[in-house]
């Protein structure tokens, strides 16, 4: 069995993007592993990863934090994290985490947050805007996200399993 190979400084490159956004400082342009173009997704900032990246398929384990189009951020890890085991859960400067596994092509995460996963690198960055049609729809989560609300998506890859190993 292919052992999966985890970014132990995940926490580290969070602390880097905060203290670079809360000095207003502009997002590093160092990404070169371009997000496939689709409608209704932006790729607004990124930093590449190390590795292979994550294709359809692949089991891959994320953090993320969502925002309103307005910059408010809605909540939902703070919500789900009273529900779910301490080993899913990580605080790093004050910003509650989620452990977040999916297979991609499953459907199993909003399709934005999906597109924006494949092809990221293990390590890696995305902060995508995501439109409705690619998030909840007309749906709404009460009190965290109204409908046809526009996300602001910022999306840690933390490891990735290929689905066929070499």
Known sequence: MLKPKTVEWSGECLRWWLSRKQQG????RCYTNA?????GLTLLEGRE???KPANKGDRVVYNS????NKGDEVRLNETQATHLPKEMIRVADGVTLIDRTIVLGRRDAVAGVEHALSGMKVGGYRKVRVSPHLAYRDKSIPDLIPQNAVLICEIWL???V???PS
């Open 25 to 28: 400082q502009p997002p590093e």
């Open 35 to 39: 997000m496939k173009r689709l409608s």
């Open 49 to 51: 990863g190390e590795g």
């Open 65 to 68: 934090r969502l925002f309103l």
């Open 158 to 160: 933390r490891d990735s």
């Open 162 to 164: 290929s689905a066929f």
